[in-house]
């Protein structure tokens, strides 16, 4: 694929702003080898993402289990909304992506979720994880809503060996970056996401209203409506 034929795809496909895309052309030539290299891979991660979802089914508590590698344009996205982002530290981690490091720096090109029914389950499900996974961040993230959890759960959780961070979504999720792959000369970085049944409603809500393109300046039509089920799942 020539450099015009990738402008026009990418052009074709992509879901970032007007604002995005012109600061993304002087970058096109590193997006085009991004693109192209992790498209010669992707089916290779598909089977590590298909090996991490049989994995995640049997362990007792999880009900079911998602699983997805990144659309190639998804990823070109991605970088190109990390380098414009308003945090100028996540700007500047990103400011030298290249494609000999860009499977370092985004952690989920494969994304494995497993979905339970009770908290209770929780701490089952994160024992068997911790002794099945080589994470490559120390500690798991237990993402909690605001003012979900007292003191003392804080400081349950902490002990338990997670990081503890308020979710700015409103809604709970254990996030794992695992490492694996089918053999040592391909490695891959996972990210394996563990959430109630509930939160997980939310979640795809939320998703299909502001991510990934999402004008600032206009308030959706149907955010209103999000907004009483996000309530509605806040109860359980």
């Known amino acids: 694929m020539n450099a015009s034929d990738f402008k026009q795809l990418f052009m074709q496909k992509t879901k970032?702003?007007?604002?995005?895309?012109?600061?993304a052309e002087s970058d096109l030539d590193t997006y085009k080898a991004i693109y192209e290299d992790y498209s010669s891979t992707k089916n290779d991660l598909e089977d590590v993402g298909e090996a991490y979802s049989k994995l995640l089914q049997k362990i007792p508590g999880v009900h079911s289990v998602r699983w997805r590698c990144k659309d190639p344009i998804g990823l070109i996205d991605k970088i190109i909304r990390k380098k414009t982002d308003d945090e100028e530290e996540?700007?500047?981690?990103?400011?030298?992506?290249?494609k000999d490091n860009y499977k370092t720096l985004i952690t989920d090109l494969v994304g494995v979720r497993a979905l339970y029914f009770f908290k209770e389950d929780?701490?089952?499900?994160?024992?068997?994880?911790?002794?099945?996974?080589?994470?490559?961040e120390e500690k798991p993230i237990y993402y909690h809503r605001k003012d979900d959890l007292t003191e003392i759960e804080k400081t349950g959780r902490s002990d338990q060996g997670f990081l503890i961070k308020e979710h700015s979504k409103g809604y709970r999720s254990i996030h794992y970056i695992a490492q694996?792959?089918?053999?040592?000369?391909?490695?891959?970085?996972?990210?394996?996401q563990v959430r109630s049944l509930f939160d997980e409603a939310w979640g795809e809500i939320d998703h299909k209203i502001n991510y990934p393109a999402f004008d600032k300046k206009k308030e959706p039509a149907n955010?209103?409506?999000?907004?009483?089920?996000?309530?509605?799942?806040?109860?359980?």
């Open 223 to 236: 955010r209103p409506a999000a907004t009483n089920i996000k309530q509605t799942c806040w109860q359980c």
């Open 122 to 136: 929780i701490d089952n499900i994160h024992s068997s994880l911790m002794r099945k996974l080589e994470l490559k």
């Open 90 to 98: 996540t700007r500047q981690k990103y400011a030298d992506i290249s």
């Open 180 to 192: 694996g792959g089918i053999d040592r000369s391909n490695p891959a970085v996972i990210e394996i």
């Open 16 to 23: 970032t702003t007007e604002e995005q895309q012109k600061s």
